[in-house]
């Protein structure tokens, strides 16, 4: 069984930058599109970006687009989620998973950013 767990998140002011990591146990994860997700408060869970095997294609929400980048490192079964110029409205909850959602949810990282 795979294991996610995401890390990184804090507390943050508009325009400021975090990078979130997702550790990826149990099995390679090289062989997934993979993702990130992000859940607000109230709302459901929403796409925040993907990334392709061998990261070569990215994909990002218009939300997050020219603001946040989307790597990984396969050999350490890690990926990352580069986040600038945050804004309150991306305060939620972070979670990483393959791009169709196979794995079991990780706890996410909290990401909190004051206006």
């Known amino acids: 069984q795979v294991q996610l767990v995401e890390s990184g998140g804090g507390l943050v002011q508009a325009g400021g930058s975090l990078r979130l990591s997702c550790a990826a146990s149990?099995?390679?994860?090289?062989?997934?599109?993979m993702g990130w997700f992000r859940q607000a408060p109230g709302k459901a869970r929403e796409f925040v970006a993907r990334i392709s095997w061998t990261g070569g294609r990215t994909y990002y929400a218009d939300s997050v687009k020219g603001r946040f980048t989307i790597s990984r490192d396969n050999a350490k079964n890690t990926l990352y989620l580069q986040m600038n110029s945050l804004k309150p409205e991306d305060t939620a909850v972070y979670y990483c998973?393959?791009?169709?959602?196979?794995?079991?949810w990780g706890q996410g990282t909290q990401v909190t950013v004051s206006s």
């Open positions: 149990g099995r390679t994860f090289s062989s997934y599109v």
């Open positions: 998973n393959t791009d169709d959602q196979d794995f079991r």
